[in-house]
């Protein structure tokens, strides 16, 4: 009875036989559907808009707010449509906090890093700590856990575990089938996780770096209807035809809208979305989040009408949101108010009608609400003590190289993608061949797993820095020049329950605890990346290489879903025959 009252009344607000409850005036509003601007009102009813029109002269009573926006543009609130928030190192309430100032009013998060730790807990966990924020999060369940055979995860994610999760309301696809080549090949699990999606009626959203021809066929035939792995127009213009949408990628660690910018054309903007994959909390503060895409793409040449609706609209079209990504009658009053489409630069955001940010900084009512609402989680005991292993010693990252040749992973400059090196055996050059030995550490079930291997083009030169960022399956990275710093820098992260650190000459020089599965912590988003800046100046002065990462490029350095050598906790990895390979031969 109680909705039937609230259309009612929306509809007769809409007609002008009653008030909204707020009006907002003198103001240009922003048509995804057309493309162009009108001069009208909106009227908002229960966070609802009601009607565009004008509104404001027929306004009867007191009652009624009015809302001047001195002339200013307002366009829908923007959608993120693939993130995965652990990556951003923060908890969910302070992900909210950084980027609701930017313009985000809705998410599509996969939480595949914390499900890699804690499985369906850190799932429970990830959709309990979502819950109460003032922006929504949807999710799409990890479709890969673990990414792949040769990875040791925390758990392993079958069909019949994540069936009964797509009832719920937030949950609205399958993330990422990373594991195209069991896709195109009937893998009975695989197989049975899409069709538990298709019959929930739920996306399934794709990762098919390089596929073409029948392969493609294959995998879009199966039913994955979308990528973010394009690197190259050609690569993304053949799987438009083959009918999925494209997600243009402009992250921390990988960019491609530079080499995307062909669909913004005429043809492909209709099924093109804006994501960010991975985004570090220093992007967050100092670039933005997709308001820096949509800017990124007009000083590139786009047009700004579909930059918006290509962060908006399409996202909302292609997951099913109903009533997100629009400013019109019966849609969310969720939108951003701007100087200019052509310039973007956000002055206040609004989530379901009322001021939720204002100047780049949330109102004082939004952040008090965040945090009062932000349930504890304390019962999540695997996602807050997910480390489950001894100490190491120095003895641990011994390797005995037998042959003349040896693997080295090779990084390169700008890419997540690495390729093999073969040198000789000879250790006592290696620091002046910029290689460093790297060890990935086994942390959630206690096997004792140690995987060792060589690396190229990191640049260390003394000391030793870990990690338990690892992707997939987040174990414990280290990668160092002398054993015994590596065991110091691995048991400095175990001791913090996960996290960063950088040990020099037997002493720890910096961390960053992430208590939270190993990937993320508690702590402000300007704190943390002051800390993260910090260690990244302290790796610099060990010698590590100018532009990169060095912990973003040692956490995709146990990545065994992209080309073309990897470490896991068994030893280096070929990503295409997803087979152990010895390090020396």
Same mark, same amino acid.
């Given at each position: 009875?109680?909705?039937?009252?609230?259309?009612?009344?929306?509809?007769?607000?809409?007609?002008?036989?009653?008030?909204?409850?707020?009006?907002?005036?003198?103001?240009?509003?922003?048509?995804?559907?057309?493309?162009?601007?009108?001069?009208?009102?909106?009227?908002?009813?229960?966070?609802?808009?009601?009607? +565009?029109?004008?509104?404001?002269?027929?306004?009867?009573?007191?009652?009624?707010?009015?809302?001047?926006?001195?002339?200013?543009?307002?366009?829908?609130?923007?959608?993120?449509?693939?993130?995965?928030?652990?990556?951003?190192? $923060?908890?969910?309430?302070?992900?909210?906090?950084?980027?609701?100032?930017?313009?985000?009013?809705?998410?599509?998060?996969?939480?595949?890093? +914390?499900?890699?730790?804690?499985?369906?807990?850190?799932?429970?966990?990830?959709?309990?700590?979502?819950?109460?924020?003032?922006?929504?999060?949807?999710?799409?369940?990890?479709?890969?856990?673990? /990414?792949?055979?040769?990875?040791?995860?925390?758990?392993?994610?079958?069909?019949?575990?994540?069936?009964?999760?797509?009832?719920?309301?937030?949950?609205?696809?399958?993330?990422?089938?990373?594991?195209?080549?069991?896709?195109?090949?009937?893998?009975?699990?695989?197989?049975?996780?899409?069709?538990?999606?298709?019959?929930?009626?739920?996306?399934?959203?794709?990762?098919?770096?390089?596929?073409?021809?029948?392969?493609?066929?294959?995998?879009?035939?199966?039913?994955?209807?979308?990528?973010?792995?394009?690197?190259?127009?050609?690569?993304?213009?053949?799987?438009?035809?083959?009918?999925?949408?494209?997600?243009?990628?402009?992250?921390?660690?990988?960019?491609?809208?530079?080499?995307?910018?062909?669909?913004?054309?005429?043809?492909?903007?209709?099924?093109?979305?804006?994501?960010?994959?991975?985004?570090?909390?220093?992007?967050?503060?100092? $670039?933005?989040?997709?308001?820096?895409?949509?800017?990124?793409?007009?000083?590139?040449?786009?047009?700004?009408?579909?930059?918006?609706?290509?962060?908006?609209?399409?996202?909302?079209?292609?997951?099913?949101?109903?009533?997100?990504?629009?400013?019109?009658?019966?849609?969310?009053?969720?939108?951003?108010?701007?100087?200019?489409?052509?310039?973007?630069?956000?002055?206040?955001?609004?989530?379901?009608?009322?001021?939720?940010?204002?100047?780049?900084?949330?109102?004082?009512?939004?952040?008090?609400?965040?945090?009062?609402?932000?349930?504890?989680?304390?019962?999540?005991?695997?996602?807050?003590?997910?480390?489950?292993?001894?100490?190491?010693?120095?003895?641990?990252?011994?390797?005995?190289?037998?042959?003349?040749?040896?693997?080295?992973?090779?990084?390169?400059?700008?890419?997540?993608?690495?390729?093999?090196? +073969?040198?000789?055996?000879?250790?006592?050059?290696?620091?002046?061949?910029?290689?460093?030995?790297?060890?990935?550490?086994?942390?959630?079930?206690?096997?004792?797993?140690?995987?060792?291997?060589?690396?190229?083009?990191?640049?260390?030169?003394?000391?030793?820095?870990?990690?338990?960022?690892?992707?997939?399956?987040?174990?414990?990275?280290?990668?160092?020049?002398?054993?015994?710093?590596?065991?110091?820098?691995?048991? /400095?992260?175990?001791?913090?329950?996960?996290?960063?650190?950088?040990?020099?000459?037997?002493?720890?020089?910096?961390?960053?605890?992430?208590?939270?599965?190993?990937?993320?912590?508690?702590?402000?988003?300007?704190?943390?990346?002051?800390?993260?800046?910090? $260690?990244?100046?302290?790796?610099?002065?060990?010698?590590?290489?100018?532009? +990169?990462?060095?912990?973003?490029?040692?956490?995709?350095?146990?990545?065994?879903?992209?080309?073309?050598?990897?470490?896991?906790?068994?030893?280096?990895?070929?990503?295409?025959?997803?087979?152990?390979?010895?390090?020396?031969?």
């Amino acid at each position: 009875m109680r909705k039937q009252e609230e259309l009612k009344r929306l509809i007769s607000v809409a007609f002008g036989r009653e008030n909204p409850d707020v009006i907002f005036t003198n103001c240009s509003i922003f048509n995804v559907f057309t493309g162009d601007l009108e001069k009208k009102d909106i009227a908002v009813c229960n966070g609802v808009i009601a009607g +565009i029109g004008d509104y404001a002269d027929a306004a009867d009573g007191a009652e009624v707010k009015i809302v001047d926006l001195n002339g200013l543009t307002v366009c829908p609130g923007l959608i993120d449509g693939h993130i995965h928030i652990e990556s951003s190192m $923060l908890s969910p309430k302070e992900f909210a906090k950084a980027v609701i100032p930017h313009g985000t009013t809705a998410v599509v998060t996969d939480p595949h890093e +914390i499900a890699n730790v804690a499985g369906i807990s850190g799932i429970e966990f990830m959709l309990e700590k979502t819950a109460r924020l003032p922006m929504d999060v949807y999710f799409v369940l990890p479709s890969c856990v673990p /990414a792949t055979p040769l990875d040791e995860a925390g758990a392993t994610l079958s069909a019949s575990d994540l069936e009964p999760l797509f009832k719920r309301d937030r949950v609205v696809g399958l993330a990422e089938m990373m594991n195209a080549f069991g896709t195109v090949r009937n893998d009975e699990q695989i197989i049975k996780k899409i069709l538990s999606a298709k019959a929930a009626g739920k996306v399934v959203d794709g990762h098919g770096p390089g596929l073409a021809g029948n392969e493609l066929n294959a995998y879009v035939a199966a039913g994955v209807k979308s990528d973010h792995e394009c690197m190259t127009f050609e690569d993304a213009e053949e799987k438009l035809r083959r009918g999925q949408w494209i997600m243009i990628r402009q992250g921390t660690a990988a960019k491609n809208l530079e080499k995307l910018m062909p669909l913004f054309g005429e043809k492909y903007y209709t099924r093109c979305l804006l994501v960010t994959d991975d985004k570090n909390p220093g992007e967050l503060i100092s $670039l933005g989040h997709i308001d820096y895409i949509i800017r990124e793409a007009i000083r590139l040449g786009a047009d700004p009408a579909r930059a918006i609706r290509m962060a908006s609209l399409n996202a909302a079209e292609y997951f099913g949101l109903k009533g997100k990504g629009a400013l019109a009658p019966g849609y969310k009053a969720d939108f951003v108010v701007v100087d200019s489409i052509e310039s973007f630069n956000i002055r206040q955001v609004y989530y379901g009608g009322e001021l939720i940010s204002e100047k780049g900084k949330l109102t004082d009512y939004v952040a008090e609400y965040i945090d009062e609402n932000d349930s504890h989680g304390n019962e999540y005991k695997s996602v807050y003590n997910s480390f489950n292993m001894p100490e190491v010693t120095a003895e641990d990252f011994k390797i005995e190289l037998t042959g003349s040749s040896r693997r080295v992973i090779g990084l390169v400059p700008g890419e997540i993608f690495t390729r093999e090196i +073969i040198t000789d055996t000879d250790t006592s050059k290696d620091a002046e061949r910029d290689i460093v030995k790297l060890a990935l550490i086994e942390r959630h079930k206690n096997t004792g797993h140690i995987g060792i291997g060589f690396m190229s083009g990191y640049g260390l030169k003394k000391g030793a820095i870990a990690s338990s960022v690892g992707h997939d399956s987040h174990n414990l990275i280290v990668a160092g020049v002398n054993d015994s710093d590596m065991a110091i820098a691995a048991n /400095a992260v175990r001791a913090n329950k996960g996290g960063l650190a950088v040990v020099n000459n037997g002493r720890v020089l910096g961390s960053l605890p992430l208590p939270i599965a190993g990937l993320m912590c508690e702590r402000e988003a300007d704190e943390v990346q002051c800390n993260l800046e910090d $260690l990244k100046n302290i790796a610099a002065d060990l010698g590590t290489a100018k532009g +990169i990462d060095p912990f973003m490029s040692l956490s995709f350095a146990s990545l065994p879903v992209i080309p073309e050598l990897r470490i896991t906790t068994h030893g280096l990895a070929k990503v295409d025959t997803q087979s152990i390979v010895p390090v020396s031969f």
